[in-house]
């Protein structure tokens, strides 16, 4: 069975700063990684996801995360971060053949101005 | 676009009391899933369904039963609710498992008290 492990449960960061969000998980086979958000009061959306191919992923918002199979991890980055992306981050992972996500326990960051 | 809709978004029980979370998506997607969310333990997976007719148990499934009778439908039910089962209940769906990107609903608020 696969897990994940987000690293930092909080992250206050000021704007126009750069942020990173840890992840790492443990798998026995290959591995399909994603990163979701979640504002305030709403569901959660994609951000990224790294299915196979190059290791590094860009997704929306000016966010990118790069796979690194040899550290097991899956670190999601932005080089300058705004007000609104104050939310909470969720990894996530799954195998070949599963159906379902695994998630972390989320990282919330807060910017302040 | 309606999406994952979740019905109702907040609701107070008592213990023992019993109720029915909807969960209607208009995707036609085959896979559908309910998760908890509990502060500082990320998402966790209840039931999910890989089609209409199908249910299987995810990684906390006591005290929860579910239906899939109709594609775009996922009822969670809960029997005899406990102050355990206070959570955010979020309901998804995807094309083709877990590979692909899950949708979200906004969230049903359950407080037992």
């Known amino acids: 069975a696969q897990s994940v492990t987000q690293l930092d449960s909080q992250v206050p960061v000021f704007e126009e700063a750069p942020v990173e969000l840890r992840c790492n998980y443990s798998s026995s086979v290959s591995v399909y990684l994603f990163w979701y958000v979640q504002y305030p009061n709403q569901g959660l959306q994609l951000l990224l996801k790294?299915?196979?191919?190059?290791?590094l992923v860009k997704g929306i918002n000016g966010f990118e995360a790069e796979f690194n199979k040899s550290q097991t991890s899956f670190h999601l980055r932005k080089p300058s971060v705004h007000i609104s992306d104050t939310a909470e981050y969720f990894c996530a992972v799954s195998t070949t053949g599963d159906y379902k996500l695994s998630f972390g326990a989320g990282t919330t960051v807060t910017v302040r101005a | 676009n309606a999406g994952v809709t979740q019905t109702p978004k907040f609701r107070v029980l008592k213990t023992g009391q019993s109720m029915t979370l909807l969960c209607a998506q208009d995707?036609?997607?085959?896979?559908m899933y309910w998760y908890r969310q509990d502060p500082g333990m990320g998402l966790r997976l209840i039931h999910y369904s890989v089609g209409e007719g199908t249910t299987a148990k995810g990684e906390v499934p006591d005290g929860y039963n579910v239906s899939r009778l109709k594609k775009q439908n996922f009822l969670l039910g809960l029997e005899s609710a406990a102050p355990s089962q206070t959570s955010v209940y979020f309901c998804a769906s995807s094309v083709q498992g877990a590979r692909t990107e899950a949708f979200f609903g906004q969230g049903t608020r359950l407080t037992v008290v």
């Open positions: 790294y299915l196979s191919g190059s290791t």
């Open positions: 995707m036609n997607h085959e896979y």
